[in-house]
Every structure is written in structure tokens, then in C-alpha cells.
């Protein structure tokens, strides 16, 4: 079902979970979609995580980014494919408190069955390279979304393969290439793609503690 997610809030300068809102027990959100209002003179910077708490493994944007500077006098408009758990929130901060209306709403659904998930605790990824996740057995993923966030000071490379059940990371199964990451940017991958049983999502950056990564998807039986 398509909800509001809570009613029409501005958002305060420190990080604060957004209209008190926690996805219910047995359930899920399928997505997000944010209505950022500036009213203010000026330009101001928002930062987003998504989780159960505020912290560098669950940031999901940041103020840095041009995309997250609301223009002054404009509206921005913010779309996640990312999954929100039971007890997951959003969470927010803006650079002047009381500038900023947030409208928010999502598609709630049951977590049963064929339905979209969340494929890792939000983590940072290390320089030697993880596994981050396989597909289980008697399963297929399909449509993963990963969002790579740089909450460092300096570009890092980041690296991602889509590995075949059995094989290994190589130039042939990339998506991430050694892709640089700006500061306080968001790089997201929106992959139109079909994961087996034993295939595998590996990911390495070229500096530790800098980068955060998300990913969602649909896991269904086979």
C-alpha cells in the first residue's frame, strides 16, 4: 500500500529520527520518495540516513553533495529504491533548522513472499574486498539497488563485481570498475539485473572507513 509516511515536517539541525516514524512489526517499505521544501533566502544542506539509528554506516546522503543543497525559494525532490525494514526509520538533518518542509511516502507491504528486501546490514567497505552478499539456495535476486556513499574527505575508488556461483571477482563480472566517489557524494547503481542461487555481490574501495554501502532487492523463490 502507498503511504504517508508521517505528516509534513521541517527538519531540525541536529540528526533526528522524522516524524517519530518506525515501520511496523511485519512489515516493510518498498522505496521512498522525500519532498524537500526551502523557504529560506538561502541555499541549505541536508543529510539523510535510513536504519534504526543515525550513524556512519546507515547515512545515506549528505549535505556536501549539490544534490542534497536545497536552492533557495526551491523544492527537491529525493527517490530511494532502498528497503526500510521493521523498526527502521528515516532520519535527517538540515545546516539551519526550521528552513526546511519535508513531505514523505512510501509503499508499505507485508513481509511475506515475494517481496523486497534488504540485502546487508549497512556497512563501510574495507580495501581487501568482501563478499557482500550471496544469493541463498532455491532463491533469485533481481533489480538490486546499491547506494555507495564517500563520508570521507578525499575521492576513493570503489570497486564492484557481480560473481557467478563458483567463480570469482574478475574484469568480466564488474558493474564498479575502480568508479572514484567525491566527497559527500552518493553514487547509486539501479541494476535491471538476475542473481541465481550462489551468486554473489563483492565490493572493495581503494581507502578504508570512508565509504558506506547499502543494497536492497527482491528475493524470490525459485
Keep these: 500500500m502507498i503511504k504517508r509516511l508521517f505528516n509534513p515536517i521541517t527538519v531540525p539541525n541536529a540528526a533526528a529520527r522524522l516524524g517519530n516514524y518506525s515501520?511496523?512489526?511485519?512489515k516493510r517499505i518498498d522505496g521512498f520518495e522525500l519532498l524537500v521544501c526551502n523557504a529560506s533566502g538561502a541555499a541549505v544542506g541536508l543529510d539523510l540516513w535510513i536504519g534504526a539509528a543515525a550513524s556512519d554506516t546507515t547515512k545515506l546522503f549528505d549535505r556536501r553533495s549539490d544534490?542534497?543543497?536545497?536552492?533557495?525559494?526551491?523544492v527537491t525532490v529525493i527517490s530511494s529504491r532502498q528497503v526500510l525494514d521493521a523498526g527502521f526509520g528515516l532520519w535527517a538533518a538540515a545546516?539551519?533548522?526550521?528552513?526546511?518542509?519535508?513531505h514523505a511516502s512510501g509503499v508499505e507491504i507485508a513481509a511475506a513472499g515475494a517481496v523486497p528486501r534488504r540485502l546487508w546490514t549497512s556497512v563501510g567497505v574495507g580495501v581487501g574486498g568482501a563478499d557482500r552478499y550471496t544469493v541463498p539456495a532455491l532463491h533469485t535476486l533481481i533489480n538490486p539497488e546499491i547506494a555507495v556513499l564517500n563520508r570521507g574527505n578525499a575521492a576513493v575508488n570503489f570497486s564492484g563485481w557481480l560473481v557467478p556461483s563458483g567463480g570469482s571477482a574478475a574484469g568480466s563480472n564488474y558493474f564498479a570498475p575502480a568508479m572514484p566517489v567525491e566527497p559527500g557524494a552518493t553514487v547509486t547503481f539501479s541494476l535491471r539485473q538476475v542473481l541465481h542461487a550462489g551468486d554473489k555481490i563483492r565490493v572493495l574501495a581503494s581507502a578504508g572507513s570512508a565509504l558506506t554501502i547499502h543494497g536492497s532487492g527482491y528475493e524470490i523463490t525459485q
Design 67 to 74: 544534490k542534497m543543497q536545497i536552492p533557495a525559494k526551491g
Design 23 to 26: 515501520v511496523p512489526a511485519g
Design 95 to 102: 545546516s539551519a533548522a526550521g528552513a526546511l518542509t519535508l
